[in-house]
């Protein structure tokens, strides 16, 4: 009779309880958000403007979403830690002096952390402000160090944020594969060293000015090739990103994680239903 007691009991607790965690879930799904540039009254697919961003943010954060880093996401899709609720992930691109200005307050306002992805070669030395004068404003040294109470460098590249002719003609990002320059197609081997001393010298000078070694990348135009991610791995980076509209997962692929993107035209509404409805 015992017996037959003790048996019902352990098949009462195998069937009927379980151990439900009070912080984090197995199979959720983390918006990561690629955002580039702020100004006043422009909304488009890359540019956004501060008041558009700022009603974005205070909804996620109405709505219940904690702000996390790219390494909290790495550390949970490799199962060492837990994420709240309801997690995305804030990102920029290029390194804009507006992250600085303008997104950077309304972060802090709202406890909200960011990651920015830099184009390293593009932080500007203010000894030589005017090195890129064709091109939008982006920050420099002191501004990034004087950001990290809620946002985290990675990296863009150091300087290969173009496009070259791919050896059938087409044009490519210059990290997908060998290409033509000055007129002759580069051989593997030249392309890997080529794109592997981009890589280093990124992370090298993020050292070196901010203490610290970045550990994701974010490729230029959301395009990488096997090659791409086998230099990326070799050069140090723990996590890449691309561009494809979707949430990302546990068990999803570290070197090709997606990020959704930001149009500046989206309403708060939109932003959330957006969220909501991707996979």
Do not use: C
Request: charged share 25%.
């Amino acid at each position: 009779m015992i017996r037959k007691i003790i048996v019902a009991v352990v098949v009462y607790i195998v069937l009927f309880t379980h151990s439900f965690p009070s912080y984090g879930y197995q199979e959720q799904k983390i918006p990561v958000l690629m955002y580039h540039h702020l100004a006043d009254n422009i909304n488009n697919n890359t540019v956004i403007s501060p008041n558009n961003f700022e009603n974005q943010i205070r909804t996620l954060k109405a709505e219940g979403y904690h702000a996390i880093s790219v390494q909290e996401l790495h550390d949970y899709l490799n199962n060492q830690i837990k994420l709240p609720e309801k997690p995305v992930l804030v990102t920029f691109d290029d390194g804009y002096l507006s992250n600085y200005e303008k997104a950077y307050p309304i972060l802090k306002k709202y406890d909200m952390h960011a990651e920015i992805f830099v184009i390293a070669s593009r932080i500007v030395d203010v000894s030589k402000k005017d090195a890129y004068p064709n091109e939008i404003a982006k920050m420099n040294w002191d501004q990034l160090k004087e950001m990290q109470d809620y946002i985290t460098i990675q990296s863009h590249t150091w300087d290969s944020h173009y496009k070259l002719p791919s050896k059938y003609g087409k044009l490519n990002g210059a990290i997908y594969g060998p290409s033509y320059l000055n007129g002759q197609l580069e051989s593997q081997l030249q392309y890997e060293e080529r794109v592997r001393n981009d890589f280093i010298r990124s992370r090298k000078i993020i050292k070196e000015k901010l203490g610290y070694e970045p550990i994701a990348i974010s490729y230029p135009y959301g395009k990488k090739s096997v090659a791409t991610i086998k230099i990326a791995q070799e050069a140090g980076f723990k996590m890449g990103f691309v561009i494809q509209n979707k949430s990302v997962k546990m068990g999803d692929e570290l070197f090709s994680l997606s990020r959704i993107t930001v149009n500046g035209n989206d309403t708060s509404a939109d932003l959330i239903h957006k969220i909501n409805a991707i996979k």
